[in-house]
């Protein structure tokens, strides 16, 4: 079931729970007792409201604005490996080739392992780690010699320190979730302004039914996004590999076309 079906079905069964609580309520509770407790009633509610109003609000942002970092890591780290290969261009051409190899194997690998091991347990794949590493690799050897080879080369080193950091923010935003606490607090505050809501003595049955299964509604609803957005690249909700898809098919054309290297240049 995906995302979308399972959130209405949640927002609609929180409802219909909430409807019939308010018609069992209307049987077990003293009406005259409750308008005589409305003034007090009425004074309490908006507090309650809004300390979990306010909690709720926040909780959804810090989620939203993870989830935005989520995919702007993914793109800044993308930009760095399609520079890191316009940058090898300017090297010899045995070190270009085996740069330009690296990045593709390793931006290939992303998509193919990287992403479902992410969406899974939250971490790498063993396989996009190892081809991570062998990205440095090509570096540690060569030794630039011409004004032109050591401008690229120390901009390439910032590059791949680059890449690195942006890769870092991926994993760990891969394994970010809202802490127990936080998930206790939004689930048992919300099943209390649900409950608090039936205290309320409304004349009209089925105004109370339509007012509280409202509320019911959009507190489940706005508890499913948060709980939906923990986890960036996992759900259907999710960050999506296309950036890395969009540079591997990139790649891939220009290697098959051999517009690479030296080759590029001539």
């Not at 300390?51 to 926040?58: D, E, K, N, Q």
Request: hydrophobic share 45%; net charge negative; glycine share 6%.
């Amino acid at each position: 079931m995906n995302t979308l079906s399972s959130g209405g079905l949640i927002v609609v069964t929180c409802s219909l729970v909430a409807a019939s609580s308010v018609i069992v309520a209307w049987w077990l509770i003293d009406h005259g007792l409750l308008v005589k407790n409305q003034e007090f009633l009425n004074a309490t509610y908006p507090i309650i409201g809004l300390v979990y109003g306010t909690f709720l609000a926040f909780t959804i942002v810090i989620t939203w604005g993870k989830f935005n970092e989520a995919e702007t890591s993914v793109t800044s780290e993308v930009t760095h490996v399609s520079e890191l290969w316009r940058n090898a261009e300017a090297f010899p051409e045995a070190v270009c080739k085996e740069i330009h190899a690296s990045l593709f194997v390793y931006a290939k690998e992303v998509v193919e392992s990287g992403w479902a091991s992410m969406a899974e347990s939250g971490h790498p794949s063993p396989k996009a780690n190892e081809k991570y590493q062998e990205i440095g690799i090509p570096y540690y050897g060569f030794e630039p010699v011409s004004e032109t080879e050591k401008t690229f080369y120390s901009e390439s080193i910032g590059q791949l320190n680059e890449l690195g950091r942006d890769r870092r923010y991926r994993i760990l935003f891969a394994g970010a979730e809202v802490q127990p606490v936080v998930r206790f607090f939004l689930i048992s505050g919300g099943i209390l302004i649900v409950a608090f809501s039936l205290l309320l003595a409304c004349p009209s049955l089925k105004i109370q039914i339509a007012v509280t299964t409202l509320i019911a509604s959009l507190t489940s609803f706005s508890i499913f996004l948060v709980l939906s957005l923990q986890e960036p690249f996992a759900g259907d909700v999710n960050v999506k590999p296309t950036a890395f898809t969009t540079i591997v098919e990139s790649f891939d054309k220009r290697l098959a076309d051999k517009l690479t290297c030296r080759i590029q240049r001539k």
